[in-house]
C-alpha cells in the first residue's frame, strides 16, 4: 500500500491543488506564492466569454414577469451588459468569484466570498442611484455595478466556483464548463428560451430539485431552510447562498466507493450505501446515487505500484481517481473540503482512501477542468452516465446536464434580483381630484424627475429595496382641498399626517409585490352666497369660500329648461369675491348657482 494517497502525489506536479485542497496554509510554498503571481497577470477563461452577457440578456428580459413588471430601456441594458463582462476585469477582482456554501469558504488570494463581494457591489450601485449616478460606467454607475453584481449570481451557476477551485487556464486548467457554453452559446439561448418565471431568493422552485435523487432532494430542502441565513430578508446574498446550494447539489453525487482486500480489481460500490455516522448526524442506507448513475461500472483497481478507482462511462470513456499518473478525474468532497459531513464524506474505514479495505461514504464530484480536456483517446473526455441521478434515462454529459439545470435558475433568480434593485413606488391622490407639486428626495432608478403630479390613477417610481427616500405631498391638491394625511397600501401609519415621510428603510421597506401611497386631501366646503340684492343698480352678491378657489357662476331663465349658461368667474382671493350681473334686467327672472370648475 502507498504511504502518500495520491492527491498528495499530484501536489508535486501541480502546486495548485494544494490550496485548492486544503485551503490556505499557515506556510505558503514557494510553488504557491509562484502560483499567485502568475494569476495576477493573466485573465481567467471565462472572462471573454458571452456566457455572462447571455444570461444578463435573459434575465433583463425575464424581468417583464415580475410581480410589478420591468422594462428596462437599451441604455440600461447595456450598462448592465458591460457590467457582466467588466466583473472579470481587472483579474484581481475575479479573485473574489468564489463561494463554497459547505465550508464557506473561498479560493487563495481572495479577499472575500462571492456572497460578500455581491454586498459590496450591491451597496455600491446603492450609492450610485443615491447620488443620481445612473448611466456611468465602470465603478462609476448604478446600473452598471448591478450587471457586476448580477455576474457574482451567474458564478454561482459554475460548480467550480460553488466548490472554491481555480480555473485560470495558466496555473491550473481551463474550465471545461464554462469553455463549453462559451462555444455553444446557441443552445444555451435555446435552453433559456422556455423558462419559469422570476424567483425571489425565499423561494426553492421544483426545478431546484429535478433530476436529483430523493435523499440529495431532502437534503437540498434542508440546506435551504437551515443554510441560507439571507433568503427572506431581501438580501442579495440570500440570492447566492441559494444558488450555490443548488448548485453544490446538482454538481456532486450521494454514493459510497470501498477498496477491495484481495486480487487485483473489482467492483467498488453496491446499490446502497452502508449506514453511517457523520459529524452532524447519521446517515441511514440510501440508493447509491454513483453506482446507479454509471450502472455499477465503478472499480478499484490494485498493482504492484499502483492502486486506483475507475469509473468507465456508457460510452467507455475512463475517468480515475487515486491513480499516481493521472489528474484526479473526480473524488469524494469531504476529501476535498470539509471532511465528515454528511454533505461533503467520510472515510469510517481504512487508513487511507485507497487502502485495503477502505469505504467512502458520502457526495462525489467530479472536477470540470478535467472533463472534456480531450477529444480522442477514452480519458480526459466529457462523461455521460447512464441515467441521472433520479435514475432517468440521460442522454447528454455531465455539462450539458449542469448548464441545463442551472442555467435556467440562475436567469430566473437573477430576474428576481433585478426586482429586489427595482422596488416599485406608485403614488396616487385618494380621489379623482390631482394634486401638482409632490416630490421625490432624489429622482428614481429610471431617471424620472423628483417633482411631479399625481392623480387618483397613480404615478410609478423604482427604488432599491431598503434605500431609503423621502416622499413629499402638496399642501393642497388642484379643487383647494387641504392635505389630511398618507396611506400605506390603504392603511394609516405611524407619522401618516406629516407632508413629508421617510420610505423604505431598513425597518419598512417596498415589497416585492411593490408598494403605494395615497394621499389624502380634505374636500373644501362649497362656496357660498352671501348679502344678495341690488347694489348701485345691479343684482348681486358675495361669494366665500376656500382661498383662491376659482367660482364659476352660472345661471337659468326657466328651471325645467335646464338650460344654465355661465354668466362670470370668480377667484375668491382671501376666501371671498364680489360678483355682480350687469344684464339682470333684461331677463323677466333669473336663476343662478355656484359651481367649481
Known sequence: MKTTNAQNHKLTTRPWRLAALFGVPATISLGIMVCIAARAQITPKHASVPTHQTLMSYATSKAAELPTPLAFPGTMITRMWEGARDEDSPVTRSLDHAYNPMTGGTWLGASMTARDAALQRWNSMTAAFLSGNLDGGDDVGAWHFLGRTSHLLQDMTSPLHTFALWHTGVTEPVCQFESYWETNDPSLRLILSSTGGPLHSSTLDAKATEKLDAFTSQRLTYRFDNSCPNKSSDDVRGWLEVLSWITYMHASFWGEVSFGTSGSSGTATTPATTATAFTDGTVGS??????????????????????????????????????????DDWSSCGRTWSNGYQDTSIRPVGSDDDSSGARITGRFWFDTRELGKSTSGTANRYCYPNCYPDGTAMTDHLIQYYGAYLDPLTVRYNAGLLGLANRQVTVKTADATPANGFSWG??????????????????????AAKSSVTLTAPASNTGGGTFARWLRDGSP???????????????????ASGVTYTAEYLVPPPPQAAFVGVWTNQFGFNITGTADLVVVVEACSNLADHAWFPVGTNTLTGGSSYFSDPQWANNPALFYRLRSP
Open 493 to 511: 401609519f405611524s407619522g401618516n399626517t406629516s407632508q413629508t415621510i421617510t420610505i423604505n428603510d431598513g425597518s419598512l421597506w417596498i415589497p
Open 286 to 327: 440510501q440508493p447509491n446515487v454513483l453506482h446507479k448513475m454509471f450502472n455499477g461500472n465503478v472499480r478499484w483497481i490494485s498493482t504492484w505500484s499502483d492502486s486506483y478507482y475507475e469509473i468507465t462511462d456508457r460510452n467507455n470513456y475512463v475517468f480515475r481517481w487515486m491513480k499516481w499518473t493521472d489528474i
Open 442 to 463: 432624489r429622482m428614481d432608478n429610471f431617471g424620472s424627475p423628483a417633482a411631479f403630479n399625481a392623480g387618483s390613477s397613480g404615478s410609478n417610481f423604482y427604488f
